[in-house]
């Protein structure tokens, strides 16, 4: 059972109607409410002197403003990022980080669950198990929530990535109402163009996902193109078929080019030291994609202080491996994470679960 606020929250459509209908409020002031607080990231005191005196002060009686809680705020010393830990109103502890490039974009990374079941041995979420999944109004509002943090330092949200704490296609029934309310003209309006959601990839999950939300990028967390080797970093994939999966991938992505030149699917690769970033890995993704339009996004490894068995690839080894990718015709960028001086990059996000508070 996920755990409820109080009162009804803002977020909730169907809440805000029934309240609408009870205080005869006119539709255009709950739109221009709305607007304040998902597009311009008003406080919800702000954008609630939008709906009329009186009514302000009942919606502020009538509606819990928020589900989570920011609990801790930590700052990256290396980049622009800032780590923060959330907590449910049940207690858990989950992880979302603001992302603010050197280009003046900012993102925001999000958990769709309270760990993971997924197992990939790189990364610290795995080590907590899976607790629960989140709900959408505790998935959507990470955004709400980055947006304010990113109006503090002078910047505006402008991409959402889920890539957080969690597989989100394992909690598709929560994932899709959040992206619903991530782009619907009456909350985020965030187009799609603009949102990336990861996954380990889930064949007919991964075919929803496109089928539901054309325009957002699938970026499809490969790391190995060598079957034995894929399961060992993402023990999940052993429940799914290689051909199922190459299937689905080549699907999506020779769908219509809606927004971006190489089309729908973004191939995550991270790349430990001699593990997966050798010439024969290269040559097997470069075999794997043939007819498989994309990006090819390469990761270099986040050590995990309490996972120290791994190692960061060496800069000259990753750029052979980016070359031979780049000489095939595979359009090929690196990721450098953000904010691993606070554990907030790929692979680094964890929180203890004993349930806080409860
Ligand atoms: S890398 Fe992603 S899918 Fe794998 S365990 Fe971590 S959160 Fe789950």
Redesign the pocket.
């Known amino acids: 059972m996920l755990p409820v606020t109080a009162r009804p929250l803002f977020h909730d459509e169907s809440a805000v109607e029934q309240f609408r209908k009870l205080h005869r409020i006119d539709p255009d002031r709950i739109r221009r409410t709305r607007y304040a607080l998902y597009q311009m990231f008003d406080s919800f005191e702000t954008a609630f002197v939008k709906l009329g005196e009186a009514e302000r002060e009942a919606a502020l009686k009538h509606f819990d403003r928020l589900t989570l809680a920011v609990v801790e705020r930590h700052n990256s010393n290396l980049d622009g990022s800032t780590k923060l830990v959330l907590q449910t109103p049940d207690g858990y502890r989950i992880e979302t980080v603001v992302i603010r490039a050197e280009t003046s974009r900012t993102a925001v990374c999000v958990s769709t669950q309270v760990g993971?079941?997924?197992?990939?041995p790189?990364?610290?979420?795995?080590r907590m198990k899976l607790h629960r999944s989140l709900n959408a109004f505790e998935i959507a509002e990470q955004v709400l929530l980055a947006a304010w943090e990113a109006r503090e330092s002078g910047r505006r949200l402008r991409n959402v990535v889920f890539?957080?704490?969690?597989?989100p296609l394992h909690n598709e029934e929560n994932v899709y109402p959040a992206l619903d309310l991530l782009m619907s003209p009456n909350a985020f309006r965030i187009p799609p163009r603009r949102i990336t959601v990861?996954t380990?990839g889930i064949p007919d999950a991964m075919i929803r996902l496109a089928d539901r939300f054309p325009g957002i990028q699938i970026a499809l967390?490969l790391h190995s193109a060598i079957p034995e080797k894929r399961q060992k970093l993402?023990p999940?994939t052993r429940q799914i078929t290689w051909d199922g999966l190459h299937s689905a991938l080549r699907d999506i992505a020779n769908r219509p080019r809606l927004f971006r030149e190489q089309g729908p699917v973004m191939i995550e690769h991270i790349l430990i030291h001699e593990l997966n970033d050798g010439v024969e890995d290269a040559e097997a993704l470069i075999e794997y994609l043939q007819g498989i339009p994309c990006i090819v996004n390469l990761i270099p490894y986040n050590p995990i202080p309490t996972i120290g068995a791994w190692e960061s690839t060496p800069r000259e080894r990753r750029e052979v491996f980016w070359r031979k990718l780049r000489e095939a015709g595979i359009f090929t960028t690196f990721r450098y994470s953000m904010g691993s001086d606070v554990q907030a990059a790929c692979?680094q996000?964890a929180q203890p679960v004993t349930q806080v508070g409860t």
């Not at 993971?116 to 990939?120: D, H, L, P, R, V």
């Not at 890539?163 to 597989?167: D, F, N």
Request: with cysteine; proline share 0%; hydrophobic share 45%.
């Open positions: 993971c079941q997924a197992g990939c790189f990364c610290a979420t795995a890539m957080g704490m969690g597989e990861s380990v967390s993402v999940w692979g996000l």
